[in-house]
C-alpha cells in the first residue's frame, strides 16, 4: 500500500532499496490513519503508461485521503525505449514497473487490462478490432467490480474518434461501457465467482484546454458541467506542494524520458460530468466516506476518529490497544470488500505503531524447484506493548516452526529455517508473457491473475504475532539482501529460476550469403553439477552440424558454450532454431533474462528461447558506417548482421575530416530530438554531404527539434504516419536508383512488416527532394513523405520515416535490401 511519506527514503536512497521493507515514522502513520478513516475510491482510467494524471491521483490519495487507482489498458509495450535496447514485451516490463514506482510516489493503486499495446492507432475502430474488445471490456468490468471506485474519471473524451490516438478514445469509450455493465449480474457473470457486482456513483472526463486547441478557447468554453479542483495544495509535513509530488511521481517514467519539474502555488484541474449526478465542489458529495456507510462501522469509526485525535507523535505505540480493538472488530464486518481491504490496511498501521521488523532473507539470490535454500528470520518490537511470536510458517510448500517467544523492547530474535520449494515450482517471470501473446492480446490463464500489476510473490514468511491476546497474521515477501561496497545495504527480489536455462547470443541472425556459419548458444546452470546434452531443431531447409553436443557444469550460475554450424540454403528463406538442453529425462528450452535498472526492481523474465535465422538474398556497395546513437535502436548491430562495418560516432567529435571515411553516416531514431551537440556539428554532416557522402537521418519528431531543419534543403516534418504494416506501398519513382540498385526492390519486399510501416513523416519539402514511395491508411488519402532522397553537392541527403528500427530486430528480409541500396547510392 503506498505511503505518502515514503517519496523521501525513494529520493535519498534510490534503486538500493528499490526492496526496502518501508519503516514508517510518526508524521507518516498519522496521515495512514487519516486514510484508514475515509472510505472513499477514485478510478482514474487511460490507455498507457504516462497517460495519467499523477496531480490529481496524488490530490486524492493525500489530500482527500481517498483510496486512488490508475487503470492502464496497456503496458505500453508498443513505444520506444529512451534509456535500453529493450523493446515489445521487456519494454512492457520496464514501463509496468515504472508505473508502480510512480504510484508508490503518488500514493495510488496500479491496474492493467490484457490488451497488448500494438502501436499507434488512428481510430477506436482500428483499435477494438486489434484488440479483442469484448475481453478488454471484461477486463475493465472486472476492475470496477474489484477495486469498487464510487468515481472514476477517465483521461480522455470518448467524444473524439479519429482526433487522437486510437487507444486514447478506446479506453474512454470502454469505461463508459463498463460503468453500466458493472452492476449487472449478466455481464460476465463467471466473474461472479471471485468478486461482485458495484455501481459507481459517477464518471467524469478530465478535460483541459488541450482538448478545446487552445488555452483562450478553454477559458471562454461553457463549464456548468464542469468541477474545478485546486490541485496545488501544500503539504507541511512533507515540505513540498502537490505538483512537487506529481512531478516526482511522472519522473519515474524514464523509458520515455519523462522527466518533470515540479511547480508551486494554485493549480487548477477540471472534469467534466459525464454520467451521474452533478456535485457542487467534491467528487464524493453525497457518497457516505465514512466507517458508517457500511453495517457495524459506527463503532469502528468511533474509535480509528479517537486514535487520529488523541495520536502520540512520541509514542505511536500508545494507539496500539484501540487500534487492536478496531481491528478485532473489523474482522466482524459482512461487507467482503472493505474487510479486506481495511483489514491489510490496519495491520500495516499496528506494525508501524509498534515498531515491529520482520523479514525473512534468503541466503541466495535464487532458486530452482526442489531445492532447500537456507533463510534467515529475524523479529524486533521496539515498543513496550506486550507482543509475543506464536510461529513462522513459510509458503510454498509450509515450513513450519512454533516459537513462543515474547519479544521485550529491542530485543532481537532470529532463528534459521529452510525453504523447501516443491518441485513444481513456478519460475518468477510476469505472469502476462507465461503464453505467447497476439498481435493485441496477452493471454492470461489463471482469471484471479488478470488486472493484476505483476505477478504475486510466491515465497512467502507468514510471521504468526500475538498483540496481547490477540493473533494477527502477518505475510513478508522472502527478500536476498546483501551488503555493496558503494551502496551498503542492498534488497533484491528472491527468485525461483529453471535448473537450466538456454540462450543465443543473439534474437535475429541474418545470413547474407548462402555459407556455413558458427552459432554459439550459452547454457546456465540454475544450480550446482548439471550435466546433459544440447541439441537445436530448425526448418527442413537448414542443416545443423552438429547434431548433438554433451555439456557438464559444476556450479550454480556456471555456463557452457557449445558451437554449431548453421548452413542456410541458397534461395532466400527463414526459420526459428529452437535450443533443447536434455538433463536426466527432463528437457529445457527457456531463456532467463534479468533487467536492470537503477530506478526499478531487478525483473525476472523466462521466456521460450529462440533464434529466427534468415537467408537474405542481397547485395551491397560500399562496407563502412558511422552511426550517430539517437534514442535507442538496434539498427547498427543490425547493420553488422548483413556485413557492414558499423562505427558509433561521438557527436562531439564530428568534424568534415573524421566523416570522410564512412560510406554512409546515419543517424539514429530521434536523433535530432536528443543529441544536443548536433546542433554545433550539422555543418559538418552536411559538409560531408556535399563532397560526396550519404547521409541517412532516420525519424524525429517535429515536436523539439533542435536544429531547424535537419536537411540541406526545405523540408518540414508533420505528424503523419502509416499504422497498418500491411498497407498497400506503391512506388512513386519506379526508376529511382533507391528502389533498383544494387537490389530490385519489390513488393515483396514490404511483406511481413510489423507493427506499422512508418511515423513522422514530412508533409511539405522543396523540389530537391525525390519521394520514394506512396502509401496510407485505408480511408486517408496517400502520403509520400516516408522516404526522400535529394542530391546535394557530390553526395547524398536521405530522410525516412520507415521503421526501419522495428523491422531489423524481427529479421524482416525487404527492410534490409531498401536499407543497403540507401547506403548503396551514389556508388553504383
Known sequence: MP???????????????????EKLNASEIHQEIKKLNFLGSVLYVGAHPDDENTRLISYFANEEKARVAYLSLTRGDGGQNLIGPELREQLGLIRTQELLAARNIDGGEQFFTRANDFGYSKTPEETLQIWDKDKVLSDVVLTIRKFKPDVIINRFDHRSPGSTHGHHTSSAMLSLEAFELAAKPSAYPEQLNYTSVFQPKRVFFNTSYWFYGSREAFEEADKSAMLSLDVGVYFPELGLSNSEIAAISRSQHQSQGFGSTGTRGESREYLELIKGDMPQADVFEGINTSWGRIEGGEEIGGILGQ???EFNFRDPSQSLPQLIEAYKLIQE??????????????????????????????????ATGGEQVPLELEAINRSNFPISLNSVELSPNNSQIEVKKALDNNQSWTEELRLRLPESAENTSPYWLKDESTNGMYKVANPELIGLPETPVQT?????????????EIEKPIIHKFNDAVFGETYRPFMIIPEVSVSFEKDVEIFEKAEPRSISVVVTAGKDSLK?????????????????????????GGTAIRTFEIIPPEDQDETFIKPIA???DKEYSDKLIQIDYEHIPLQNLVIPAKLKAVRIKIQKKGEYIGYIDGAGDAVPQSLEQIGYRVEHLEPAEISNESLEKFDAVVTGIRAYNVVEELKYRQKDLLEYVKNGGNLIVQYNTNRGLIVDNPAPFPLQISRDRVTDEKAPVNFVTKDHPVLNKPNKITERDFKNWVQERGLYFPDQWSEEFVPILSMNDEGEEPTQGSLLVAKYGDGYFIYTGLSFFRQFPEGIPGAYRLFANMVSIGKE
Open 3 to 21: 505511503k505518502i511519506l515514503s517519496l523521501f527514503l525513494f529520493l535519498v536512497l534510490g534503486y538500493t532499496q528499490a526492496q526496502t521493507p
Open 307 to 309: 486514535v487520529e485525535s
Open 333 to 366: 464486518l459482512k461487507n467482503d470488500h472493505w474487510r479486506e481491504v481495511k483489514s491489510q490496511h490496519i495491520k500495516e498501521i499496528i506494525v508501524a505503531c509498534s515498531g515491529l521488523f520482520l523479514e525473512a532473507v534468503a541466503a541466495s539470490p535464487s
Open 460 to 472: 512467502r514468511a507468514r510471521f504468526r504475532m500475538d498483540f496481547n491476546g490477540t493473533e494477527i
Open 532 to 556: 546433459g546434452s544440447l541439441r537445436l531443431e530448425a526448418g527442413r531447409n537448414w542443416k545443423i552440424l552438429p547434431e548433438e553436443a554433451s555439456f557438464k557444469i559444476n556450479q550454480k
Open 582 to 584: 536434455k538433463v536426466g
